[in-house]
């Protein structure tokens, strides 16, 4: 299973950013899909998830200013990020896993088994 990202850029603090994932031979929109990132000298983070009937979750520090949602027609899952800060910056990666809801246990990266490569948002002052 291969999960692409794209999207990631460099943009100002204030600036919005829309990150993709596809599922690479693999119907990734059917299951639990999120998203987390890793932000320099840190650990890896929950973001969002979205799972099989779109029910969504988020991490606290999102504050409203994220959307997930997928489309199944193109097998993308997407990450609409608005007022980015600066402490948003991080390599975002998406994560996948063969259940359809995502449970109480979304955040936990123990739960996915399928992993992106990664995709860079470098947010300025």
């Known amino acids: 299973v291969q999960l692409v990202e794209s999207g990631g850029g460099s943009v100002q603090a204030g600036g919005s950013l829309r990150l993709s994932c596809v599922g690479d031979?693999?119907?990734?929109?059917?299951?639990?899909m999120a998203w987390f990132r890793r932000a320099p000298g840190h650990e890896l983070e929950a973001v969002a998830a979205?799972?099989?009937?779109?029910?969504?979750s988020y991490a606290d520090f999102v504050q409203g200013r994220f959307t997930i949602s997928k489309d199944e027609a193109k097998n993308t899952m997407y990450l609409q990020m608005t007022s980015l800060k600066p402490e948003d910056t991080a390599m975002y990666y998406c994560?996948?896993?063969?259940?359809?809801?995502?449970?109480?246990?979304?955040?936990?990266?123990?739960?996915?088994?399928?992993w992106g490569h990664g995709t860079e948002v470098t947010v300025s002052s």
């Open positions: 031979d693999y119907p990734i929109t059917t299951y639990c």
């Open positions: 979205i799972d099989h009937d779109a029910r969504t």
């Open positions: 994560a996948s896993d063969r259940r359809f809801w995502c449970g109480g246990g979304w955040d936990s990266t123990g739960a996915y088994d399928y």
